[in-house]
């Protein structure tokens, strides 16, 4: 089930929208009033309302929006690259330049205090991470650097699965684990549990040209 298609149909809308995401991102979602969000805005209180009926529809116009952010920039990657590991390279770069900086209570906030905005919207993600998935094993496949054989549904669903736990603080607690420095984890993990000896020791010269060593993590 996807999002509602609220959104908004003028050109400061979308800016307001744009905005207030990037409050939440900073702040987290439970600690910010619709007072706090105006006053970080710029603008009254009633501006706010005449776009937004209170603090839960704009949580879900920001999310409608983001989702359709996010859709549209994964899928001007898709087919790009020189090949299949560099295109899921691409992504997961997009990715974690989304996930830097993000407050940690974000999922947690959604999850406990906006459930049906949150439900819609990780279904959504999931249908955008399930396709993008499928067309970038079929890609690897013809490649050849992915091996035959692959079960491209049951593949492209474990790495939904894997995607989720990203996000679950009691698997990586902020202060301990940075969102973008595991994603990077997953994509070594996820590239090498799928790839030919081919597509395996093309990921190694990737990473190796490309990323730096896995960070250390703290320790308290």
């Known amino acids: 089930?996807?999002?509602?298609?609220?959104?908004?149909?003028?050109?400061?809308?979308?800016?307001?929208?744009?905005?207030?995401?990037?409050?939440?991102?900073?702040?987290?979602?439970?600690?910010?009033?619709?007072?706090?969000?105006?006053?970080?805005?710029?603008?009254?209180?009633?501006?706010?309302?005449?776009?937004?009926?209170?603090?839960?529809?704009?949580?879900?116009?920001?999310?409608?929006?983001?989702?359709?952010?996010?859709?549209?920039?994964?899928?001007?990657?898709?087919?790009?690259?020189?090949?299949?590991?560099?295109?899921?390279f691409d992504i997961?770069?997009?990715?974690?330049?989304?996930?830097?900086?993000?407050?940690?209570?974000?999922?947690?906030?959604?999850?406990?205090?906006h459930p049906e905005a949150f439900r819609r919207w990780m279904d959504s993600q999931r249908a955008e991470i399930y396709t993008c998935q499928a067309q970038n094993l079929e890609r690897g496949i013809r490649e050849g650097l992915y091996r035959e054989g692959i079960h491209i549904p049951i593949i492209a669903t474990i790495y939904i699965a894997r995607f989720d736990m990203i996000f679950d603080g009691t698997l990586f607690p902020p202060e301990r684990f940075a969102l973008n420095e595991v994603l990077w984890e997953l994509y070594r993990y996820h590239v090498r549990g799928i790839a030919s000896p081919k597509g395996i020791k093309y990921l190694e010269k990737k990473v190796a040209r490309e990323m730096r060593p896995s960070p250390t993590i703290a320790r308290k």
């Open 1 to 88: 089930m996807e999002l509602t298609d609220e959104r908004p149909k003028d050109e400061r809308g979308v800016r307001l929208l744009e905005e207030a995401a990037k409050v939440f991102m900073s702040c987290g979602i439970k600690g910010v009033t619709m007072d706090d969000m105006a006053t970080r805005l710029g603008i009254s209180k009633k501006t706010l309302y005449q776009h937004v009926k209170d603090k839960n529809d704009l949580v879900e116009k920001v999310l409608t929006q983001f989702s359709e952010h996010n859709r549209c920039k994964i899928t001007s990657l898709l087919g790009k690259g020189d090949n299949a590991i560099d295109e899921l």
């Open 92 to 113: 997961h770069t997009s990715l974690a330049v989304q996930l830097r900086g993000i407050h940690p209570s974000i999922h947690f906030d959604l999850e406990k205090y």
